[in-house]
């Protein structure tokens, strides 16, 4: 009884602990080492530049990193499953020279900040990604894992359709999770790429319960989900569990875009009603136009209490035309909305850049602290103990 009482209250915190601070939080983006490392593959210089740039977001009061540690197919750490990034080795045939990750989780915990896992469990890249790793002693799936891959649109997928591909996943993560004491687990991209997806077979061969394709597709989905939480939690029942879906969950009023759950055959919702979720950052990747304040309420109408972090676009200045008063002024939208925890940015470059724009919201940041009582020391398993003296 003991032991079923402090798992529920570790379950109990980890849900707690992201709301107990307003979250500023950030991408931190490796895949083509966009933020970081660029092109820089010592380990000397890496850790500089990395410091660097957690000193800067420090100053920004940002304490929520949101890593990438997973791309296509290839990862951030020294995996027996899928090689590591040529992004970071510079060599596709390589394995890291130094602990990546651990030093990532150390220094974000240097500056109080909480240290998430970015992964992406399906999308492998094109075939020119997979050869890079072709003489690696750690195959890249799309030739390790042929059978549960799929082509579409140019790059290959693992076909959530197929039981197989979530036992491989899991054996990934699990990995992951057992090694590192990440803060939490954060799921991108976890998802259908498009619904012209090629998966006619799996759908054929595993669909048991004679759903129609949409609804099998979310169902497969889902499933991939619940037992990743369940993985997670009975490795480290502290560890957040969380994901950063495509902005409009479904449609509202005349809006007219790309849904989760139409278009991607993603249910968020789902996730969070079935009990296996403790974070949802949706990517709200939208002005006012497309409905930015209108679908953010969808999201607080739906998240049952689990903190809400609004995800935004700081890269559409460059990209969109945008100027810093629109980010300013979509920050001040969701943090007036009670239900949400805090905001989070795409990504550490569109904060941290040289461009007039972003030097503007960088300002911003610096002067406007986020609100809420810093949390001390995790110790959660020591603070669960106390309840049950």
């Known amino acids: ?46 850790k500089k530049l990395l410091c660097d740039m957690l000193d800067k977001l420090q100053d920004a009061h940002f304490n929520m990193i949101l890593f990438q540690v997973q791309a296509n197919g290839d990862v951030a750490w020294n995996s027996s499953i899928q090689p590591a990034m040529a992004a970071l ?11 990546l990750c651990r030093f990532v989780i150390k220094e974000c915990h240097k500056r109080d900040m909480e240290c998430h896992a970015w992964i ?69 991209y976890t998802r259908y790429p498009g619904n012209a997806f090629p998966d006619a077979v799996s759908f054929k061969k595993y669909n048991p319960k004679k759903l129609k394709k949409d609804d099998w597709r979310r169902d497969n989905i889902n499933t991939f989900v619940a037992d990743l939480y369940d993985m997670v939690k009975s490795v480290r029942p502290g560890m957040i569990v969380g994901s950063a879906p495509i902005g409009t969950y479904k449609n509202v009023k005349h809006y007219g875009n790309s849904t989760a759950y139409d278009t991607f055959q993603q249910d968020p919702v789902q996730w969070i009603e079935s009990g296996h979720h403790d974070l949802v950052i949706p990517q709200m990747y939208w002005d006012e136009k497309f409905g930015y304040s209108d679908h953010m309420t969808t999201w607080v109408n739906s998240v049952d209490g689990k903190p809400l972090v609004i995800g935004l676009a700081p890269y559409k200045m460059l990209e969109g035309g945008w100027t810093s008063d629109v980010v300013v002024s979509q920050i001040e939208k969701a943090l007036a909305r009670q239900e949400v925890s805090g905001v989070c940015f795409f990504r550490a470059k569109h904060v941290l850049g040289n461009e007039p724009q972003v ?9 406007h602290k986020p609100k809420g009582k810093k949390r001390g020391k995790r110790n959660k398993v020591e603070s669960v103990e106390k309840f049950l003296e």
């Not at 075939?127 to 042929?146: E, L, W």
């Not at 030097?359 to 002067?367: D, E, G, I």
Request: charged share 25%; net charge positive.
């Open 1 to 46: 009884m003991k032991y079923l009482l402090s798992v529920a209250l570790l379950l109990l915190l980890s849900s707690l602990s992201v709301a107990a601070r307003e979250v500023r939080g950030v991408w931190l983006t490796t895949n083509s080492g966009l933020d970081w490392p660029g092109n820089a593959y010592d380990e000397k210089t890496q």
């Open 89 to 99: 080795t510079g060599d596709g045939s390589k394995s890291l020279s130094y602990d």
């Open 120 to 188: 992406v469990p399906f999308r492998l890249g094109s075939a020119g990604n997979s050869a890079k790793y072709s003489s690696n002693k750690v195959k890249h799936p799309v030739r390790s894992k042929q059978g549960l891959c799929v082509k579409y649109n140019g790059a290959y997928y693992l076909d959530p359709g197929n039981p197989d591909t979530r036992d491989y996943l899991l054996s990934l993560y699990r990995e992951l999770v057992e090694k590192y004491d990440f803060d939490g687990i954060n799921l991108d």
């Open 359 to 367: 030097k503007a919201l960088y300002r911003y940041l610096v002067k």
